[in-house]
């Protein structure tokens, strides 16, 4: 089994809205691999071998509008005072969902990244299968294929599969900034993550991404999940605007083997 070592000077970057959304290839819903009710999970990052920010990655579960059982999600990334001075980034997206089916509900997203500013809000609606989006001050409906997800929810779905064995590949759709794209994500091996923390066996997926990202990677992402029914996300490699990108997990305790 290979072991990937951390070095704290790894470009990290692009917690959150990483991967994708409704499964062709596997199981249709959330399996016993189930989310804990309440993360709250930090991540180092930095840029060429310079310390760059953190990015942070919450969940809880609360009780709806309607009385139903939901999860809000909500991943913030912010550079550090050095690297703003060149390129600054202030990344916020929340996040609604079902606790059952982790399908979103509602998704807010602010993006400050550069000289770009910009921010959304889309409303899903299950029943019709569309979303309404608010960009720039004006709305627009959109129809979506059922099971759709956003760029938040999909990475908290895909941590509740099952069956993510080497070789095999999970298919979903995502809806992002007002068009509908099918992803591929590959389960390329079953490998040890080691950080500050220690060392933990992980799943390294690749998701195929044919467009970019709310955090602007330019290119394919890969992430570790630990072989764990928690399923926590310790890493994450994107190609990012200003680089290749590393997001490593901090100030966390793994579960006892």
Known sequence: ????????????????????????????SPSAFAVQEKEDYRYGISL???PAGHAY???????????????????????NDFISVFFPVKNHVDS?????TMLPRHLFFKRREGGRHEQFDV?????ANQ??????????????????????????????????????SVFMNIHHDRKNYKVEVKVEAIESVRGSWGEV??????AIMPFRGIFLNEGN?????????????????????????????????????
């Open 57 to 79: 990655m919450k969940n809880e579960t609360l009780v709806d509008a309607d009385g139903g059982a939901a999860r809000h999600l909500t991943t913030t990334i912010r550079s």
């Open 201 to 206: 066996e992980a799943i390294r997926l690749l």
């Open 221 to 257: 992402i890969r992430i570790w999940l630990t072989n764990t029914p928690e399923r926590v996300p310790v890493m994450m490699e994107a190609r990012v605007i200003v680089g290749s990108a590393t997001a490593l997990i901090e100030k966390w305790v793994p579960s006892p083997k």
């Open 96 to 100: 609604l969902v079902d606790s059952r």
């Open 48 to 50: 060429w071998g310079i």
């Open 1 to 28: 089994m290979r072991t990937v070592f951390i070095r704290p000077q790894l470009f990290v970057f692009g917690v959150g809205g990483l991967i994708l959304g409704f499964l062709w290839g596997m199981a249709l």
């Open 131 to 168: 979303v309404t989006v608010m960009k720039d001050g004006k709305p627009s409906v959109h129809d979506v294929p059922p099971g759709t997800h956003g760029p938040l929810s999909c990475l908290y779905f895909l941590r509740t599969m099952p069956n993510l064995v080497p070789g095999s």
């Open 123 to 127: 409303t899903f609606d299950r029943v």
